[in-house]
Nanobody, 118 residues
């Protein structure tokens, strides 16, 4: 059974930091790129950062570059999203996403809530 389980979501004040974790099981974790997305109420799901399967390429959109850091541990089959200098607009449900191009396959976690508010 394939599973991606996120954890670490919380209520945090603006300017604060938070680290999200995602653990995978039931698939060959090291074959998959790991990406993080978020979705705020009434908005589309937004990509916030990602890393290739072997970790040699990491990318972020402008909205999170310099504040968010993605990482992974293929031995523990885990991915991480370190978030700093959080803003209220960073609030939302955060999802981890495993993606393999060939053969194409992808998995989503159930999400973890991050709320940035004073």
């Amino acid at each position: 059974q394939v599973q991606l389980v996120e954890s670490g979501g919380d209520l945090v004040q603006p300017g604060g930091s938070l680290k999200l974790s995602c653990v995978g099981s039931g698939f060959i974790f090291e074959e998959y790129a790991m990406r993080w997305y978020r979705q705020a109420p009434g908005k589309e799901r937004e990509w916030v950062g990602g890393m290739t399967a072997n970790g040699d390429t990491i990318n972020y959109p402008k909205s999170t570059k310099g504040r968010f850091t993605v990482s992974r541990d293929n031995v523990k089959k885990m991915a991480f999203l370190q978030m700093t200098n959080l803003l209220p607009e960073d609030s939302g449900v955060y999802y981890c996403h495993a993606f393999r191009l060939t053969p194409r396959q992808e998995y989503w976690g159930q999400g973890t809530q991050v709320t940035v508010s004073s």
